[in-house]
C-alpha cells in the first residue's frame, strides 16, 4: 500500500503550528491504513489495547488511547456493533464496565499485525531511530506536564 500525504510545510511557519501540520499528516496516514480495513483509527487503537491487555475497564481503556471516558460510549458502541468487542460487569465490582475482545475481535490480530506493519514501514522512512526515540521522550514529558 502506498500513502500519499501531503506534509511540505512553509520554512517560516512556527514550531507549533508545524507541529499541528505533520499531527494532521500523521492522522491521515492513520486514517488510510485502517480505513481499509473497515476501522476508525480509533477503533483501531482500542482493538490494538485490548490485543496487549483484553479486558480492560472502560475507564482505563479510554485513557489508554487518549480520549475521554465520558465520550468514549459511541466508539465501543460501534466496535459492540461489528461484534468485534463486548461488555462485561467486572466479577469484583459490578459497577465497572470491563470492554473485552469476542472472538471475532481476536480473530483480528493478524489484520491489526499488518496495520501497525504498515503504519511503522513508512513511518521510519521519514525519521531515523535516534530522531524517534528523541521525539518519543520529548513527548512524553509533554504528556506529563501539568498545564498552567
Not at 459490578?94 to 490480530?109: D, F, H, N, P, W
Not at 493478524?110 to 521522550?137: F, G, V, W
Amino acid at each position: 500500500m502506498t500513502i500519499d500525504v501531503m506534509s511540505s510545510v512553509p520554512k517560516d511557519v512556527d514550531f507549533w503550528s508545524q507541529l499541528e501540520i505533520e499531527f494532521r499528516a500523521v492522522q491521515q496516514i492513520y486514517s488510510r491504513v485502517v480505513e481499509a480495513y473497515d476501522l476508525t483509527v480509533i477503533e483501531w487503537q482500542i482493538l490494538r489495547e485490548l490485543m496487549k491487555q483484553d479486558c480492560l475497564p472502560a475507564s482505563k481503556l479510554a485513557k489508554r488511547v487518549g480520549r475521554v471516558a465520558t465520550s468514549f460510549t459511541p466508539t465501543i458502541d460501534k466496535l459492540q456493533i461489528k461484534r468485534l468487542v463486548e461488555r462485561r460487569s467486572d466479577s469484583n465490582d459490578r459497577r465497572v464496565v470491563c470492554i473485552q475482545l469476542t472472538s471475532q475481535g481476536r480473530e483480528m490480530a493478524p489484520t491489526l499485525q499488518s496495520i501497525n506493519h504498515t503504519i511503522e514501514k513508512y513511518m521510519q522512512a521519514r525519521i531515523r531511530d535516534t530522531e524517534a526515540q528523541l521525539l518519543q521522550s520529548i513527548l512524553q514529558r509533554m504528556q506529563t506536564s501539568h498545564l498552567p
